[in-house]
């Protein structure tokens, strides 16, 4: 058996190793598709599905988790393809606060999403966590992108701080009985303030230069935060 | 908030027991504390974690995923009203009105006494005894207003079934024999059907199968042998392989499995006891919904039996090398563990998001273990073939879609229940056996195959029930629902509540239906209830719809939309006019 496959995309052959994804294939010939959860270091759960592309099957497939086959005819931006991402692109700007995450803005602009379309409908908001020296949390500005999550757990340090509240819509990351993150088995290793492709978790210090502290002032804050005496502020 | 110290010695003895088995016990210990005190109080959580060694969040994000599990003061006794399709259509609201006023409680509250908690919630699975309810694990049928104080008691009779249908197969011995008796199951036709597959290799046993031609009862409509074929086929020893019979059961609309599995638990285990010699698998595992608390005493009654008599274990029935045990497992409050992978995520002691497929369940199903999963009816039909013989059952139904099938008759209709009935009669023949529509009404619309189906106008009534027919009519035959709606009833208001019901059971895993499911529920709500729909809603409804249908992750999206649709299509008026 070949370890290879040739498929089509966007009316392009192209042969590649049998084991890649719809994905990877498309860019080894400069084709790229859109994404939002998926990141090449971890674990690929296909959940924004804005990389959807049509593969001529019962529903269109997510192109970051499915697998290329032999004579796979792939269509990355067909209308239907873009009807639903754009409708994804819609949904997700009328829930969370997209200002800090530049990657999806300019899908927006690129698919012409309209941003006022679900106006006035539900969002999903949460206080701004302050609870740590290190990072501020808020989950306003969250996608439901799971990489904090992952990244806390088997993905990189097995700590297991993080998991969610809720399901649905009202589906939010979370801490064991919403625990403050110095009361948590978080370690503060940053991994997932690094992941986070939203601005919903943010180093303390940025989030504290861009109020317009100086750095000295940040110090001194950040510093007194962890004397235990002030813990229960 | 603050509450008495919690004596975690009551739950130690049984942590210590299940300790070993890891977190697969998750679920199982969470229903076990909670039993004890009510809900889970945050030492309780710790106890938990510690013994079955999860981490903490992960317990608590579980927790927070299934509605039948509380991490706030809870009460031991629950008031469970169902609010969806057919107990809408049944009067639950002036119900619901009357519990309210006689509890003085909101939807949600526990009572001062920290005695009784009130929840409206989504389909118990009892849409032919519209309205529903359970009061804590007592079901209650037909509930009026006037029976509330009775009901609150607890002075009522338990809700029974209405059950017809000829010939009777799969219901040979509902009603008929005592579900907590194995003598009783073996003295009508028990054990028949395992006795003569015995007789054969477990390779002849999957060619019958195959012979049968039945086709999953659980929506899929995958072909059951080969199922069965494929799992034999995946590499593994039969100690690594899974029979699981999907007792989930959740979709508004559908009731059939309770049946069976309250009326007939030993059918249920004997077919998965055929099920585990065909493929060569020792571990079943039955996962049962939460709502189902009597199914689930009856089968784990009945599997403990079973296992006294020999008819589960080692070597059973004499066959040597024969081994096959089961587990009776119980949902706690989420429609998605009904999807195959989500199910298997429940067992396994996490949050019910499903997988991504494929790799496909034959070769990474349990544990990521070779598995079959099958409906409870599915493998009721089999066993039935297998009691029968393939050439008697092949004579029942028609060519392409042989045997019997069990429909779920709600709504409209002046029989309410569960028919047994050969494929192939139309859907006006099964309404009108069921008494047609109380009070001389027409048929306003039939929502066929559940909330995860499509409505159909009167025109469609000739239709034929067979999966030949259904296919070229694009009606899905689902689990077999057929809900019918008189021409009074509110169609908006049964858009809204389908759309109601996806958004509270939408897992949360991916984007299209976790947003979607919320803005088809808030579009809806604004047309049946607060001034009909702005001119953008239909193209709107579309664009989510069709988004769902096409990029979610599992069924529940891709499904969520299509009985609103189906109703947008046929009746345009529905989703354009004002007011
Ligand atoms: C959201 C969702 C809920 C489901 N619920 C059930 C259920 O309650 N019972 C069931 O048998 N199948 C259910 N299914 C189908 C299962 O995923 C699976 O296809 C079925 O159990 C296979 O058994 P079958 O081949 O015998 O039908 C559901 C699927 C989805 C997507
Ligand atoms: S906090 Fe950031 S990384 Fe975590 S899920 Fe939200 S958007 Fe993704
Ligand atoms: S389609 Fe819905 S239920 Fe299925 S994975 Fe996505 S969010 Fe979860
Ligand atoms: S990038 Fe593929 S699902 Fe998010």
Redesign the interface.
């Known amino acids: 058996m070949s370890d290879t496959v040739t498929l089509t995309i966007d009316g392009r052959e192209v042969t590649v190793p049998k084991e890649m994804t719809i994905l990877d294939a498309a860019a080894t010939i400069g084709i790229d598709i859109p994404v939002i959860c998926y990141h090449p270091h971890l674990t690929a759960n296909g959940l924004c599905r804005v990389c959807s592309v049509d593969a001529g099957w019962r529903v269109q497939a997510a192109a970051c988790v499915t697998q290329v086959a032999d004579g796979l005819k792939v269509e990355t931006r067909s209308e239907d393809v873009c009807r639903g991402r754009k409708t994804i692109l819609e949904l997700l700007a009328s829930t969370v606060n997209l200002e800090e995450a530049p990657e999806i803005l300019a899908l927006l602009e690129e698919y012409g999403a309209d941003t006022e379309r679900f106006a006035g409908s539900e969002k999903r908001t949460a206080p701004v966590y302050d609870d740590n020296p290190f990072y501020l949390r808020d989950y306003n500005q969250c996608i439901n992108c799971w990489r904090c999550v992952q990244v806390c757990a088997e993905d990189a340090q097995y700590v297991f701080a993080l998991s969610y509240d809720g399901r649905g819509f009202h589906t939010q990351i979370g801490t064991f009985m919403g625990d403050g993150m110095m009361d948590t088995t978080c370690v503060f290793c940053g991994q997932c303030v690094g992941a986070c492709p939203t601005g919903a978790l943010k180093p303390k210090r940025q989030a504290l230069l861009e109020q317009g502290y100086d750095p000295d002032s940040i110090f001194e804050q950040t510093r007194r935060k962890r004397r235990p005496q002030n813990k229960a502020e | 908030m603050s509450h008495p110290a919690v004596d975690l010695s009551l739950l130690k003895p049984y942590l210590e027991n299940v300790a070993h088995r890891g977190r697969t016990m998750l679920l199982p210990a969470l229903h076990y504390a909670q039993s004890l005190y009510g809900w889970l109080p ?1 030492e309780v ?1 710790v106890e938990i974690s510690h013994a079955l060694r999860v ?7 579980v927790i ?2 299934y509605t039948m599990l509380y ?1 706030e003061p809870t009460a031991k006794k629950v008031i469970r009203v169902c609010e969806d399709s057919a107990c809408s259509l049944g009067g639950c609201h002036e119900l619901m009105q009357a519990i309210e006023t006689q509890l003085g409680l909101r939807p949600g509250e526990t009572a001062a006494d920290g005695q009784i908690t009130y929840e409206h919630v989504p389909c118990l699975g009892m849409c032919e005894l519209a309205p529903a309810a359970l009061n804590g694990e007592r079901p209650a049928a037909n509930l009026s207003p006037d029976a509330v104080p009775a009901f609150l008691e607890g002075r009522y009779p338990e809700a029974q079934g209405n059950s017809y249908g000829e010939p009777r197969h799969l219901l040979a011995r509902v009603g008929k024999v005592d579900p907590t008796s194995l003598n009783d199951y073996r003295a009508h036709g028990g054990y028949i059907g395992l006795t003569n597959a015995l007789q054969m290799t477990p390779e002849q046993v999957i060619e019958m199968a195959e012979k049968t031609g039945i086709v999953g009862r659980g929506g899929a409509m995958f072909p059951t042998g080969r199922k069965w074929r494929f799992t034999r086929g995946a590499p593994g020893t039969p100690a690594e392989k899974h029979i699981v019979i999907n007792a989930d059961e959740s979709e508004p609309g559908t009731f059939k499995d309770r049946y069976l599995l309250e009326d007939d638990p030993f059918s249920v285990i004997e077919a998965a006891t055929l099920a585990g010699y065909a493929v060569g698998a020792e571990n079943g595992w039955i996962f049962v919904r939460g709502e189902y608390p009597r199914a689930f005493h009856r089968l784990t009654h009945a599997v403990e039996q079973a296992r006294a008599a020999g008819y589960l274990g080692r070597e059973i029935m004499g066959q040597p090398g024969f081994h096959f045990d089961i587990e009776v497992r119980l949902g706690a409050g ?1 429609y998605i563990c009904g999807e195959e992978t989500a199910l298997f995520e429940a067992i396994e002691g996490k ?1 019910g998001f499903p997988r ?1 497929k494929p790799p496909f369940p034959t070769t990474h199903g349990l544990f990521y273990q070779p598995t079959v999963i099958n409906n409870v009816e599915t493998m009721v039909a089999v066993l039935v073939a297998f009691n029968l013989g393939v050439e008697e059952w092949l004579k029942l139904g028609t060519a392409q879609s042989p045997g019997t099938k069990l429909f779920c008759l709600s709504g409209n209709i002046a029989k309410p229940g569960l028919y047994e009935l050969p494929f192939g009669l139309t859907v006006r023949e099964i309404i009108e056996m069921a008494g047609g529509v109380p009070g001389n009404k027409k048929v306003q619309a039939v929502l066929m195959g559940g909330a995860a189906g499509v409505f159909i106008g009167p025109d469609k009534l000739d239709t034929r029930l067979t999966y030949e027919d259904t296919r070229q009519a694009n009606i899905p035959l689902g689990s077999g629902v057929i809900m019918v709606f008189d021409e009074t009833a509110d169609l908006r208001q049964a858009m809204y509540e389908l759309a109601r019901f996806f ?10 239906c ?6 088809q529920l ?1 579009l809806l709500d604004h047309i049946a209830h607060n001034g009909g729909a702005k001119p953008t809603d239909k193209q ?1 409804l579309l ?2 719809g ?2 769902m ?5 599992c069924g529940l999206g ?1 499904t969520a939309a299509s009985a609103i649709v189906s109703a947008i299509h046929l009746w345009p008026e529905l989703v354009t006019a004002e007011g």
């Open positions: 945050r959580q981490p903490q969040a992960d317990i608590h994000g927070e995923f991490n989420a949050r991504i958004a509270h059971e939408s897992c949360g895993k991916c984007f299209p976790q947003l979607g499911t919320q803005r808030e709107t664009d989510v069709f988004t249908t096409e990029t979610s992750l891709q």
